[in-house]
């Protein structure tokens, strides 16, 4: 069945370094990849869609990677800050699945 | 402000009980996408409607239903409550149905039974 990991684990890490987060999916061969932002009790924000033909998608400071081989995304953070805190969804769609099914999601804290 | 709206904000009601979710979606877009997202998981896809018609099922339970009606807007309907129902109940929209289509969330409707 189609399964989406993001690291269960909170990813902590210090104001000014880059945040590393990892989606990995299997049994999908998605057109396009989809991260969002979540803040607590509220609903996830657009952030960034990569497309399988394109390696690599910037926006300010974050940054997306797709390797479709690997079936693997990367989305770091450069330049982290505490008002990045938040949980970082992934949802890769397309191809053959048009729904968008959301990984459960990697909460993220940049402490000063 | 994503421009998506939900009512009622919060809901608490009884099992057995019958309620209904509204949703508003954002100006121009003709998808909407029903999400439920309790605290010991994470978001759950429900089903989405395109231009009024359903077009893709999660893994909605037969007690819950939604419609989407000519001015776009749209409702989930969810019956005989039980105290697993109590969850975060997000509404999305997006332009497309498929494709590279981002979407956008309303602020959500937290739903209690007791």
């Known amino acids: 069945s189609q399964k989406i990991e993001q690291n269960s684990e909170a990813l902590n890490i210090q104001e000014g370094k880059t945040a590393t987060l990892t989606c990995n999916y299997t049994?999908?061969?998605?057109?396009?990849l989809q991260w969002y932002r979540q803040d607590p009790g509220r609903g996830p924000v657009f952030l960034l869609l990569?497309?399988?033909?394109?390696k690599e998608k910037r926006k300010e400071r974050l940054k997306v990677t797709f390797d479709t081989t690997l079936k693997q995304s990367l989305f770091h953070i450069t330049a982290s800050q505490p008002a990045d805190s938040a949980t970082y969804l992934c949802a890769p769609h397309g191809g053959n699945t048009d729904k968008l099914i959301f990984g459960t999601g990697t909460r993220l804290q940049v402490f000063p | 402000d994503s421009g998506v709206t939900q009512t009622p904000k919060h809901l608490i009601t009884a099992t057995g009980q019958r309620v209904t979710l509204r949703c508003s979606p954002r100006s121009g877009d003709l998808s909407v996408y029903w999400y439920q997202q309790s605290l010991d998981q994470g978001l759950q896809f429900l089903i989405q409607y395109y231009n009024g018609e359903e077009r893709a099922k999660g893994n909605i339970l037969e007690r819950f239903s939604a419609q989407q009606f000519p001015d776009l807007h749209s409702e989930l309907n969810l019956s005989s409550l039980e105290l697993g129902d109590s969850a975060l109940y997000f509404c999305?929209?997006?332009?497309?149905?498929?494709?590279?289509?981002?979407?956008?969330f309303g602020p959500g409707t937290r739903l209690t039974v007791t």
């Open positions: 049994n999908y061969s998605p057109a396009y």
């Open positions: 990569i497309r399988e033909n394109e």
């Open positions: 999305a929209s997006s332009l497309g149905a498929s494709g590279p289509y981002e979407q956008y």
